[in-house]
């Protein structure tokens, strides 16, 4: 499943890889690789393979999933859909409180000790992802975990998740997409080394120079 959903990011551009020309990244790191998971929303043949791959892996790895929860803002529409597929209430968590009515951060009913799937788009550092976990587990939800679309494998999140005690599985990896980028001619089998050596430490820029 993992090669199939990464050929559909692929195929549509959800995920782009750019070792020759590198995005710049708001904390000014310079990234092969820019992930926009929204695009599969737009895509309905993507999506669909998406959404049953969600299902499939709450249903294999949260069995006892109660309710789901979407991550603000990108987490929102999947976790409807997969919340729709699988009969199961959802709701969404805020990056913030709002500021008036009833200063929710959490929307939907939400109930203590509730069996929840925080449902996210993209795994990178995992701190926004942690962070709804954190305001779930304060309002009394029982986490479970996050299903995701797509981690870049960061050592950086893997241990803030570990830290947090937060379990997370995704549809597909970055190991597995430059894998299948590479078999596609979509890069060059260079490429697919500075990518993941990017990927190992992305404040060292040694990549771009081909520095092994």
Known sequence: MKKEIAQGLLSIEAVFLRPEEPFTWASGIKSPIYCDNRLTLTAPEVR??????????????YP???????????????AA???????????????????HGRTNQIEGKL???????VVEDLISTAGSSVETVEVLRAAGADVLGIVSIFTYGMKKAIDRLSEHQVKNVSLCDLDTLVEVAAETGYIKQDDKEKIIKFRNNPSDEGWMKGDK
């Open 48 to 61: 669909t393979k998406v959404e049953n791959g969600l299902v499939q892996l709450i249903r294999e790895n």
């Open 64 to 78: 006892d999933c109660e309710i789901l929860m979407g991550t603000s803002t990108a987490g929102i529409a999947h």
């Open 81 to 99: 859909i997969v919340g729709h597929l699988m009969d199961l209430p959802m709701g969404y968590v805020r990056g913030s409180a709002k500021d």
């Open 111 to 117: 109930l203590p000790g509730q069996k929840t799937v």
